[in-house]
């Protein structure tokens, strides 16, 4: 293969003189990455130049034999394509060029325009740093790798043996110059199209002659010390660690780094290659098992996925031990992929194998809830209102229509009654109703400044206005259009009012427009305007969440019949405020919790009676025992196991309704089926009757000219992890999806769509990376051994004065403060989060996000660099032959 002979020179002296040399190809990322920006004159300019030690033009002139004007000029190209770096020194600028990385490569990917002119280059740098680093990884010892942890020093304020190289206030305040620019590694993946959503802006510093020389060529600005920790704090907001370039000696450092594990490639020793060790700080952290709630906050921002939530529940049986993973001190490491990580960026995992808190698992949103019910129990209301927005921004409304899948997996169930989850929410939510202790969360991404990208929200119910508050609290200003004149899709519209009142949703959604959410009612995109114009108008982003608005006929002669109405469009009409009027008798057809509503609203307007039939038999009607109890205390009359035959018309109005005895659901494949006894039929007689078989899509044109596809049940086709559709621009979410689920579903889609949307809106950013497989697995309540736990009462919500069928408001009352305190204490408190010590790095981000002091840091070591010179190949080498012998030596050990 052909190549550049004086490139070639250039990159061959930068590995031998680095000591790394191990020879080099032109198809190797050292001559390819210098291929396209460094010409013939530069690098023969460059041969005058010496690794880490300063050098006047005038002295890189006598040794490759040049003018000093003509070496001058060169030598400032090197340093605007990042090659070369520049000290000062009694006003005269001198020339050196660092190691490969960290230096020369993170040099060449800060200058944007020439990354964003040959892409390639953040390919070589990814190359680099994964193929160089096979050897290297497993064979230096803690505290002496070319990249280091440092902790968050409000973790390691108590430790009684802190060392000066520990922390970076030490750093940032001898520094005499400090500067700020892109993140390399996040830039490198952008360009190769594998961001993960954690940006490159503003992310690194530079620290004294490499500051200096990084903002002269322009690539970084300067800024004071001051605003050198604003930035490590908005690191530590966004889950970001701290590292150091540690190729100077202790206390010395050339950069300091704000790096996530989806993208930086310094954490990717830790997790690809499973070497912990090059990297780690002096510490690590610790779980104080009886304070910690499983809330998963420290979990979900570890970024190399030390941490998982287990259990602390006693067993009959001994649970076995958290597997830890291998270190390379103990295995033949070097050349053998067998034992890395190779799928680390899309196979995080946030449960041990024998899996934690039922309550937190079965959750299609996955609330901390057994964190919410301690600072409930502490009288911590505000925060634990703030700790279950970070997962729901509507407890308000869950507490109220939410069908409480915790409650099904509570363990406290299997004892004697469930936690009253829910109700214990809605008592925290409740601060929530009053506008001056209401929760507004801040802005929280890693530039503290508002994202310009616009992005349209279609719909506003649970899932859409979900999308719209996460992305809202990321710093983007969404834009929600409504078809209909009031906002809440199906939780104004669609729940009456004695479930949900509408001053609650108002309230809940009042907390969206202080964020800043802008909101468009009225407007039927397909037709006031279409997704093509919004493009036009800037648009980025597109999430349709439009529910399912229509309602699914029965199929049966007569249903046309005056008489005969959409049971959801009945109860539209109600919330809308319209005077509805049921004079005689009504017979609603379903049995689910929507056929509920409409009956006991039926009721309300006016029914001289109310019966309701469905194909379910009596005991397993998909409404559940409380509905179902609360209709037949207001004289609903319920029969099952009925399907409906025949609309009775006369004179062209409905008067009844004809049902066959319904004796199966499924055939004999388990498919939905019904199977009737013909001959055993009866006639309901009926003035009103209200349709509540299921909903349908209704979508009108919004879709039109995109590339969506609509497939099965006239649903919207989209990726159920990221909900992308087949136009890369649109996503989708919630019942148009999926088909009816429950509002908490929906809010679970909304969350993760709102977290492609921000990913979706930047240049390379990959939907995938980084993201938890969502494979939640509740521990083994077979084997928990309750048997020390004392029964106790599940409390009781209270009911206000009123005959409930004369009112359209809800009569169930809050919980009172004392039955929050006796039914927090019910809590079991099943969950805890376990750490795997050989993966953790000791960077301390989990103790910034953990509300109950559960986990802390403690140093193991006491490390620090000893100096690039003195770590290759000396140090090296010597843990190389060390790691030799244990390994021949451990298994006659064993024998």
Same mark, same amino acid.
């Given at each position: 293969?052909?190549?550049?002979?004086?490139?070639?020179?250039?990159?061959?002296?930068?590995?031998?003189?680095?000591?790394?040399?191990?020879?080099?190809?032109?198809?190797?990322?050292?001559?390819?990455?210098?291929?396209?920006?460094?010409?013939?004159?530069?690098?023969?300019?460059?041969?005058?130049?010496?690794?880490?030690?300063?050098?006047?033009?005038?002295?890189?002139?006598?040794?490759?034999?040049?003018?000093?004007?003509?070496?001058?000029?060169?030598?400032?190209?090197?340093?605007?394509?990042?090659?070369?770096?520049?000290?000062?020194?009694?006003?005269?600028?001198?020339?050196?060029?660092?190691?490969?990385?960290?230096?020369?490569?993170?040099?060449?990917?800060?200058?944007?325009?020439?990354?964003?002119?040959?892409?390639?280059?953040?390919?070589?740098?990814?190359?680099?740093?994964?193929?160089?680093?096979?050897?290297?990884?497993?064979?230096?010892?803690?505290?002496?790798?070319?990249?280091?942890?440092?902790?968050?020093?409000?973790?390691?304020?108590?430790?009684?043996?802190?060392?000066?190289?520990?922390?970076?206030?030490?750093?940032?305040?001898?520094?005499?110059?400090?500067?700020?620019?892109?993140?390399?590694?996040?830039?490198?993946?952008?360009?190769?199209?594998?961001?993960?959503?954690?940006?490159?802006?503003?992310?690194?510093?530079?620290?004294?002659?490499?500051?200096?020389?990084?903002?002269?060529?322009?690539?970084?600005?300067?800024?004071?010390?001051?605003?050198?920790?604003?930035?490590?704090?908005?690191?530590?907001?966004?889950?970001?660690?701290?590292?150091?370039?540690?190729?100077?000696?202790?206390?010395?450092?050339?950069?300091?780094?704000?790096?996530?594990?989806?993208?930086?490639?310094?954490?990717?020793?830790?997790?690809?290659?499973?070497?912990?060790?090059?990297?780690?700080?002096?510490?690590?952290?610790?779980?104080?098992?009886?304070?910690?709630?499983?809330?998963?906050?420290?979990?979900?921002?570890?970024?190399?996925?030390?941490?998982?939530?287990?259990?602390?529940?006693?067993?009959?049986?001994?649970?076995?031990?958290?597997?830890?993973?291998?270190?390379?001190?103990?295995?033949?490491?070097?050349?053998?992929?067998?034992?890395?990580?190779?799928?680390?960026?899309?196979?995080?995992?946030?449960?041990?194998?024998? =899996? %934690?808190? $039922?309550?937190?698992?079965? *959750?299609?949103?996955? &609330?901390?809830?057994? /964190? !919410?019910?301690?600072?409930?129990?502490?009288?911590?209301?505000?925060?634990?209102?703030?700790?279950?927005?970070?997962?729901?921004?509507?407890?308000?409304?869950?507490?109220?229509?939410?069908?409480?899948?915790?409650?099904?997996?509570?363990?406290?169930?299997?004892?004697?009654?469930?936690?009253?989850?829910?109700?214990?929410?809605?008592?925290?939510?409740?601060?929530?109703?009053?506008?001056?202790?209401?929760?507004?969360?801040?802005?929280?991404?890693?530039?503290?400044?508002?994202?310009?990208?616009?992005?349209?929200?279609? =719909? %506003?119910? $649970?899932?859409?206005?979900? *999308?719209?508050?996460? &992305?809202?609290?990321? /710093? !983007?200003?969404?834009?929600?259009?409504?078809?209909?004149?009031?906002?809440?899709?199906?939780?104004?519209?669609?729940?009456?009012?004695?479930?949900?009142?509408?001053?609650?949703?108002?309230?809940?959604?009042?907390?969206?427009?202080?964020?800043?959410?802008?909101?468009?009612?009225?407007?039927?995109?397909?037709?006031?305007?279409?997704?093509?114009?919004?493009?036009?108008?800037?648009?980025?982003?597109?999430?349709?969440?439009?529910?399912?608005?229509?309602?699914?006929?029965?199929?049966?002669?007569?249903?046309?019949?005056? =008489?005969?109405?959409?049971?959801?469009?009945?109860?539209?009409?109600?919330?809308?405020?319209?005077?509805?009027?049921?004079?005689?008798?009504?017979?609603?057809?379903?049995?689910?919790?929507?056929?509920?509503?409409?009956?006991?609203?039926?009721?309300?307007?006016?029914?001289?009676?109310?019966?309701?039939?469905?194909?379910?038999?009596?005991?397993?009607?998909?409404?559940?025992?409380?509905?179902?109890?609360?209709?037949?205390?207001?004289?609903?009359?319920?029969?099952?196991?009925?399907?409906?035959?025949?609309?009775?018309?006369?004179?062209?109005?409905?008067?009844?309704?004809?049902?066959?005895?319904?004796?199966?659901?499924?055939?004999?494949?388990?498919?939905?089926?019904?199977?009737?006894?013909?001959?055993?039929?009866?006639?309901?007689?009926?003035?009103?009757?209200?349709?509540?078989?299921?909903?349908?899509?209704?979508?009108?044109?919004?879709?039109?000219?995109?590339?969506?596809?609509?497939?099965?049940?006239?649903?919207?086709?989209?990726?159920?992890?990221?909900?992308?559709?087949?136009?890369?621009?649109?996503?989708?979410?919630?019942?148009?999806?999926?088909?009816?689920?429950?509002?908490?579903?929906?809010?679970?889609?909304?969350?993760?769509?709102?977290?492609?949307?921000?990913?979706?809106?930047?240049?390379?950013?990959?939907?995938?990376?980084?993201?938890?497989?969502?494979?939640?697995?509740?521990?083994?309540?077979?084997?928990?051994?309750?048997?020390?736990?004392?029964?106790?009462?599940?409390?009781?919500?209270?009911?206000?004065?009123?005959?409930?069928?004369?009112?359209?408001?809800?009569?169930?009352?809050?919980?009172?403060?004392?039955?929050?305190?006796?039914?927090?204490?019910?809590?079991?408190?099943?969950?805890?989060?376990?750490?795997?010590?050989?993966?953790?790095?000791?960077?301390?981000?989990?103790?910034?996000?953990?509300?109950?002091?559960?986990?802390?840091?403690?140093?193991?070591?006491?490390?620090?660099?000893?100096?690039?010179?003195?770590?290759?190949?000396?140090?090296?080498?010597?843990?190389?032959?060390?790691?030799?012998?244990?390994?021949?030596?451990?298994?006659?050990?064993?024998?």
């Amino acid at each position: 293969m052909a190549f550049r002979k004086s490139i070639m020179k250039m990159v061959t002296k930068v590995s031998v003189e680095s000591g790394t040399y191990l020879g080099i190809k032109p198809t190797d990322s050292e001559y390819m990455i210098c291929d396209p920006i460094v010409t013939d004159e530069m690098a023969e300019v460059f041969m005058g130049l010496k690794l880490r030690t300063p050098r006047t033009a005038e002295e890189v002139a006598k040794r490759v034999k040049k003018p000093v004007d003509y070496c001058t000029e060169q030598l400032e190209e090197l340093v605007r394509v990042g090659i070369v770096r520049t000290d000062i020194e009694n006003g005269v600028i001198r020339y050196f060029f660092p190691i490969w990385v960290p230096g020369i490569m993170e040099g060449i990917l800060a200058n944007e325009e020439q990354c964003n002119k040959y892409p390639v280059l953040g390919e070589c740098f990814e190359r680099y740093t994964r193929e160089r680093t096979a050897a290297l990884a497993p064979n230096l010892p803690v505290g002496q790798g070319l990249m280091r942890i440092m902790p968050v020093e409000e973790a390691i304020q108590n430790s009684e043996r802190v060392a000066s190289f520990d922390e970076l206030s030490y750093l940032i305040e001898k520094a005499e110059y400090i500067s700020v620019g892109a993140c390399s590694c996040r830039r490198s993946r952008r360009l190769i199209g594998e961001g993960c959503g954690h940006l490159e802006k503003d992310m690194c510093m530079y620290l004294n002659r490499s500051a200096k020389s990084m903002s002269d060529a322009g690539h970084h600005r300067l800024i004071t010390k001051e605003e050198a920790y604003e930035i490590l704090k908005r690191a530590e907001d966004n889950g970001l660690t701290h590292e150091i370039n540690n190729v100077e000696k202790a206390g010395d450092a050339e950069a300091i780094c704000n790096c996530c594990g989806c993208s930086c490639y310094s954490l990717r020793i830790a997790e690809y290659f499973k070497c912990p060790d090059l990297i780690r700080s002096n510490y690590v952290s610790q779980v104080d098992a009886d304070k910690c709630v499983a809330c998963g906050q420290c979990v979900e921002n570890c970024q190399v996925n030390a941490l998982r939530l287990g259990q602390k529940l006693c067993t009959v049986n001994p649970l076995p031990e958290a597997p830890k993973e291998a270190m390379p001190q103990d295995t033949p490491w070097m050349f053998s992929s067998k034992n890395w990580a190779l799928d680390y960026r899309t196979a995080r995992k946030e449960v041990v194998d024998t =899996g %934690s808190a $039922p309550c937190k698992m079965s *959750c299609p949103a996955h &609330l901390p809830v057994q /964190g !919410y019910i301690k600072l409930a129990a502490q009288g911590k209301y505000g925060e634990a209102l703030e700790l279950i927005k970070k997962n729901n921004p509507f407890p308000a409304i869950c507490g109220r229509v939410c069908n409480r899948r915790c409650e099904d997996a509570c363990s406290r169930g299997s004892l004697d009654e469930p936690i009253a989850i829910d109700e214990i929410k809605k008592f925290i939510a409740e601060q929530d109703m009053k506008a001056e202790h209401r929760y507004v969360p801040p802005m929280i991404n890693q530039t503290g400044q508002p994202y310009p990208e616009k992005i349209a929200i279609i =719909g %506003s119910g $649970p899932a859409g206005l979900t *999308c719209a508050y996460y &992305l809202a609290c990321k /710093g !983007y200003t969404p834009t929600v259009f409504e078809k209909e004149d009031i906002l809440g899709g199906m939780m104004t519209l669609g729940i009456p009012n004695f479930r949900l009142e509408k001053d609650v949703v108002k309230s809940e959604i009042d907390v969206l427009k202080e964020l800043g959410v802008e909101f468009k009612t009225g407007v039927e995109v397909g037709k006031d305007v279409t997704i093509a114009e919004l493009k036009e108008q800037g648009y980025k982003g597109f999430y349709v969440a439009i529910g399912l608005q229509g309602t699914r006929k029965l199929g049966i002669e007569g249903e046309d019949a005056e =008489g005969v109405m959409s049971g959801l469009e009945f109860v539209k009409s109600v919330n809308r405020g319209e005077k509805v009027k049921l004079d005689g008798k009504v017979v609603v057809i379903g049995g689910g919790n929507i056929a509920a509503d409409i009956a006991r609203t039926a009721v309300r307007c006016g029914a001289k009676s109310v019966d309701m039939y469905c194909l379910e038999n009596y005991d397993s009607m998909p409404m559940g025992v409380e509905d179902r109890d609360e209709c037949e205390a207001e004289g609903i009359k319920i029969h099952g196991s009925w399907g409906p035959s025949e609309i009775v018309v006369k004179d062209n109005k409905a008067v009844g309704v004809k049902f066959k005895e319904c004796y199966a659901l499924t055939d004999g494949t388990g498919k939905f089926n019904p199977a009737f006894k013909e001959e055993n039929t009866c006639v309901a007689d009926a003035d009103f009757i209200m349709v509540c078989v299921g909903q349908c899509s209704d979508m009108g044109n919004v879709l039109e000219g995109t590339n969506c596809v609509v497939g099965k049940g006239n649903l919207v086709e989209a990726d159920g992890f990221t909900w992308q559709t087949a136009d890369p621009d649109v996503f989708a979410g919630g019942d148009i999806v999926t088909g009816m689920k429950f509002c908490i579903d929906a809010i679970a889609e909304g969350k993760e769509a709102a977290i492609s949307l921000h990913r979706h809106v930047h240049e390379g950013q990959n939907l995938y990376y980084g993201r938890p497989t969502g494979d939640y697995k509740p521990l083994d309540l077979d084997n928990a051994d309750l048997s020390s736990y004392d029964r106790a009462p599940r409390q009781k919500p209270g009911v206000k004065k009123g005959k409930s069928t004369s009112t359209m408001k809800d009569l169930r009352e809050v919980f009172t403060e004392a039955q929050i305190q006796k039914e927090t204490d019910r809590c079991l408190g099943c969950g805890a989060t376990v750490v795997d010590t050989n993966m953790c790095v000791g960077c301390g981000i989990c103790t910034t996000k953990c509300k109950f002091d559960a986990i802390s840091l403690k140093k193991v070591h006491n490390e620090g660099s000893l100096g690039y010179e003195k770590i290759i190949p000396g140090i090296m080498g010597k843990t190389l032959a060390k790691r030799a012998g244990n390994i021949v030596v451990k298994p006659f050990k064993k024998a």
